[in-house]
């Protein structure tokens, strides 16, 4: 008899702690791994006498669920996705419900949504963030594909998801085709940005001003009480004070050299293809790139001079404007974040709920933060903010931090310690704010090469003229069109 109420194929860290979170909200699992010895391991261990139950083939593991039958992926995205969907097709039938929960590209989200739905089945792709922790304890899940599949996924989601402290769940319907896939991407992407801010601050604090690991940790502590209060705070305060056995602190013994997934990759490039600026997320990526070049960094150490100046000035004041330094540089981000999500969701006609998502970023995920709170009010007040920088609370919380924030970026740039995430915050801070940008000189520019064309400010928009800049050129003039 068909007993269970979800099936979970891939028992790596999200998807046992994902397991584990159903059954411990009442759900009945049935789990498959393609090595089988995973889920003997994993049923007789953390899953021993819980409603979850082993299975050692597809065609097991179908036969154990309810119908409509619900199956969760959780394998790595691209290849092996493909390979578990089509591997499960001949077991399905019309109305059973695929579910890939994997950081797979929200493209092959849409294209998988389209596809599965021409053979009667309904897929859902869903971020889920939160780490171990919160697979296990409550994630933030962001759910999108066939809406026909929602009403039959939403009890389990909802049950497992974080929630805030007024009891929602850090899950809701997020939109069709590939805007659970997208929005997570850009969860991530703004994750990336996050942590890069951080690590920046921390070099200021432990280059610029000597500061020990013990004085960092007292600083993350505090700012965690206030505007900063968040889980990535949060964590670098306690990273800072971690010893290993023989008393040393484990951060100075990890090689500076980070890794990357790609999903802060895939924002960015999503951000380059419908021409949005994300500058500070690019730049954190790129950092992470440029962290990489180890050995390079290392002789470039040897021979590349730099500024000598010390920090002079007060220690303390300058803790303070990195706090508001944070804060400003931190709202850009998001507000970078949302413009993208503006931008795809009017392409794909998604008609994404912004305030929605930052309730589902509230709790459970690994950017969670009581930021999120104003960013929902912001879009609570204005569902048609065209910029998170337009909402009063925000534009207020920027002028108040701008003096600290320039005074963070100037010491950085006069002691030669790099910010290039908060500097490329801003830098588009500045750049939106300047009614007039130097874009018409690189509009002669290209016409003067190119014959590429440009508009006047004297005539109507999109009437184009060409100038024959040498004398020796044409009335002939390049096609205008923009990529």
Known sequence: MSSADIGLIGLAVMGENLVLNMANNGFTVAVYNRTT???????NGRAAGKTIVGTYSIEELVAQLKRP?????????????EAVIESLLPHLEAGDIVIDGGNSQFPDSTRRTDELAARGIHYVGTGVSGGEEGALTGPSIMPGGNPDAWPHVKPIFQAIAAKTEQGEPCCDWVGKGGAGHFVKMVHNGIEYGDMQMICETYQMMKDGLGFSNDQMREVFARWDNGVLDSYLIEITRDILAHRNSDGQATVDLILDKAGQKGTGKWTAISALDIGQPLTLIGEAVFARCLSALKSERTEAAKILSGPNSRFEGDAESLVNDLEQALYA???ISYAQGYQLMRAISNEYQWDLN?????????GGCIIRSVFLENIRDAFANNPDLINLLFDPFFENAIREA?????????????????MPAMSAALAYYDGYRTERLPANLLQAQ???????????????????????????????????YNV
Do not use: C
């Open 446 to 480: 290209r016409d003067f090469f190119g014959a590429h064309t440009y508009e006047r400010i004297d005539k109507a928009a999109g009437e184009y003229f060409h100038t024959n800049w040498t004398g020796r050129g044409g009335e002939t003039s390049s096609t205008s």
């Open 329 to 331: 540089s931190k709202i």
């Open 37 to 43: 010895s995973k889920v003997d391991n994993f049923v």
């Open 354 to 362: 912004y305030g929605g998502i930052a309730l589902m970023w509230r």
């Open 402 to 418: 701008q003096a600290s924030w320039r005074r963070v970026i100037s010491t950085a740039v006069t002691l030669g310690i790099p």
């Open 69 to 81: 039958r619900r199956v969760m992926i959780m394998v790595k995205a691209g290849a092996a996705v």
